[in-house]
């Protein structure tokens, strides 16, 4: 049964997949205008622009130790097409991380959970 629901396209997964697809139209928009960074007020597609604020709420949680739905491989997914973590500056720049330093602080996130959880 398992194989026939497979072959006609069952999604066992529905939120991986609504993520997937939501990164295709980010893979999208970022072909067309030649970067990903989507206006919080996007009339063309706003579930992305909404999604867009979702991914870097996601990964402040994650930064800050909190619950959060962002992993690790999504980070890196996102990154790979030029995704901005922090759109908005601020005299104060100590709070964001330094290009580069967001995989080692994920990193180092994910091993102290690691730890936390053995």
């Not at 396209?9 to 205008?33: C, M, N, P, Q, V």
């Not at 709070?95 to 994910?110: D, E, Q, T």
Request: with cysteine; charged share 30%.
């Amino acid at each position: 049964r398992i194989t026939l629901l497979e072959n006609i396209g069952f999604i066992w997964d529905s939120h991986a997949a609504a993520w997937a697809e939501k990164l295709y139209e980010l893979k999208d928009f970022t072909r067309r205008r030649g970067h990903c960074n989507v206006p919080s007020t996007f009339p063309e597609n706003p579930q992305l622009a909404t999604w867009v604020k979702c991914q870097r709420r996601q990964y402040k949680l994650l930064r800050d130790d909190k619950v959060s739905n962002m992993t690790v491989d999504r980070i890196l997914e996102l990154e790979k097409v030029g995704f901005v973590w922090e759109v908005r500056k601020t005299v104060d720049s100590s709070s964001f991380l330094p290009p580069g330093m967001g995989r080692m602080k994920v990193a180092a996130i994910a091993a102290t959970k690691a730890s936390k959880a053995a």
